[in-house]
């Protein structure tokens, strides 16, 4: 199983961006994705999820701006960035709980998109 994500780049404060990130190899079924963010020096944080059933949740950072959505047959899940900010500058890591089968789902992680805001 893969998760490739694309879509980073850099973009001047006020821009947008669509990141997209893509699913592949040997999956039963995919219960939550979502996209997750690392800026230099501080840890891991949740931007946004959503479940299978599309229901999202959104840090409060980025509420109003960021809109997550997912296509179930594509195994995909995408994020459009609005109004972007220089403390939005990370690398983006997409996630997904996913079953190759039996029953047991786990978590697996992209390799991460960069996305650079400039002022």
């Known amino acids: 199983v893969q998760l490739q994500a694309f879509g980073g780049g850099l973009v001047q404060a006020g821009g947008s961006l669509r990141l997209s990130c893509a699913a592949s190899?040997?999956?039963?079924?995919?219960?939550?994705m979502g996209w997750y963010r690392q800026a230099p020096g501080k840890q891991r944080e949740l931007v946004a999820t959503?479940?299978?059933?599309?229901?999202?949740n959104y840090a409060d950072s980025v509420k109003g701006r960021f809109t997550i959505s997912r296509d179930n047959a594509k195994n995909t899940v995408y994020l459009q960035m609005n109004g972007l900010k220089p403390e939005d500058t990370a690398v983006y890591h997409c996630?997904?709980?996913?079953?190759?089968?039996?029953?047991?789902?786990?978590?697996?992680w992209g390799q991460g998109t960069l996305v650079t805001v400039s002022s």
């Open positions: 996630n997904a709980d996913l079953s190759t089968g039996r029953g047991i789902y786990d978590s697996y």
């Open positions: 959503i479940t299978s059933g599309g229901s999202t």
């Open positions: 190899g040997s999956i039963f079924a995919i219960n939550g």
